[in-house]
């Protein structure tokens, strides 16, 4: 496993960065618009004559228009296969960086710098790299470990509270599927939490790294073991894409795990205490449990998208469910009817 690093006590980015992986190298940083207003300075106080690329900020950036940009700038900065792409920033940026860095020259390596809780608890561990395609999520892409990721939880302090939250829902899925400690944690913890208790926030992050990382060492390219981590994201892609990504990616995998909880409960698995504790923990934090009235689309518009999933096969779905808190179970094969009904709980 690639080292993993995080930093609590520095108050700038740079600041604690190891800097083996890029000493005497070539970096390229590509990051988005808002984190370079806040971090590009400070880190190119440490690599002064770094070129960048910047995105535009948001999940439709994600797309083969910008990567095909990107791809012409490291051509155009001369990058060969000794240099280095930096990933500066959240989810779309680690996702998009690493995507663009796995198929130049066939690969070059990547070190992620994430400055988001959702990209530091989930996104940036575990070497998933690609973009959306054709109004479908995560369509396109690869495996490609970082060389290093470096989390500087610094960085968390200039996050929206939306940003915020929406990290939240990758860890409350691990204690879900992995580690019902942790889920017990989240839950006696949650006011200190929701205020961003910096000694809170290290210990879920870590926990969460630790989770994704014992899957992933067993199953690095999700053959098997590695599906569980997707608990809420077959339901929570498919809304993703309908609402054209206008919805946070966590507050989407919320409403995904309501969907995994109830069809848990509909098979005769999770309980309806357990259903409604992961409800009530989403919504002390802000996470919808109802899908927003903004939004119209039914439950079959949710199960046809979710059939363009990259993990459907053969036109059936797979799904991960959690008969209790802490545990996590692969079902082959469902039967739409179950699904749809399971869906209907969150409309």
């Known amino acids: ?24 190298r070539k970096a390229f940083v590509v990051t988005d618009k808002n984190v370079a207003d806040l971090y590009l300075a400070d880190l190119k106080t440490m690599f002064p004559d770094t070129p960048h690329y ?9 797309n083969l228009a910008n990567t095909a940009d990107i791809l012409a700038s490291f051509q155009q900065a001369g990058l060969d296969r000794s240099s280095v792409i930096v990933a500066l920033g959240g989810g779309v940026v680690s996702d998009i960086a690493g995507f663009a860095a796995s198929i130049y020259m066939r690969g070059i390596p990547y070190i992620s ?5 959702l990209a530091m608890a989930d996104s940036a561990i575990g070497g ?14 690869g495996f ?37 400690d942790l889920f017990d944690y989240l839950y006696t913890n949650r006011e200190q939490i929701a205020a961003q208790n910096p000694a809170m ?49 966590g507050h989407c995998v919320a409403l995904g795990m309501v969907c995994a909880a109830n069809f848990s409960k509909n098979l005769g698995g999770m309980t309806m205490f357990h259903v409604e504790h992961i409800c009530r923990l989403l919504e002390f934090f802000g996470l919808p449990t109802k899908l927003p009235t903004d939004y119209s689309f039914t439950a079959f518009d949710i199960y046809d998208m979710m059939l363009k999933d990259k993990k459907a096969r053969d ?33």
């Not at 930093?7 to 005497?24: E, F, I, K, R």
């Not at 710098?113 to 809780?117: S, Y």
């Open 315 to 347: 036109g059936a779905l797979t799904l991960i469910i959690s008969h209790k808190i802490g545990t996590v179970e692969i079902v082959e094969a469902v039967k739409k009817q179950d699904v749809i009904e399971a869906i209907k709980s969150m409309l």
């Open 54 to 62: 910047t995105l535009p900020a948001g999940e439709a950036e994600k």
């Open 128 to 141: 998933k790299t690609g973009i959306d395609f054709a109004g479908t999520k995560n369509l396109v892409g």
């Open 201 to 249: 926030l290290e210990k879920i992050i870590r926990d969460s790294i630790r989770l994704k990382s014992e899957i992933v060492g067993i199953d690095e390219k999700e053959a098997g073991l590695r599906q569980i981590l997707n608990y809420g994201h077959t339901f929570g892609h498919a809304i993703e894409s309908l609402c054209d990504f206008s919805l946070p990616h």
């Open 113 to 117: 710098l994430p400055t988001t809780l």
């Open 144 to 180: 490609h470990n970082p060389s290093l990721v470096y989390a500087n939880l610094a960085t968390l302090k200039t996050l929206n509270p939306t940003q915020y939250i929406s990290g939240l829902a990758e860890v409350i899925k691990y204690g879900i599927i992995l580690d019902s």
């Open 1 to 24: 496993m690639y080292p993993i690093y995080i930093q609590n006590s520095w108050s700038t980015l740079a600041q604690g960065l190891p800097q083996a992986n890029l000493s005497g």
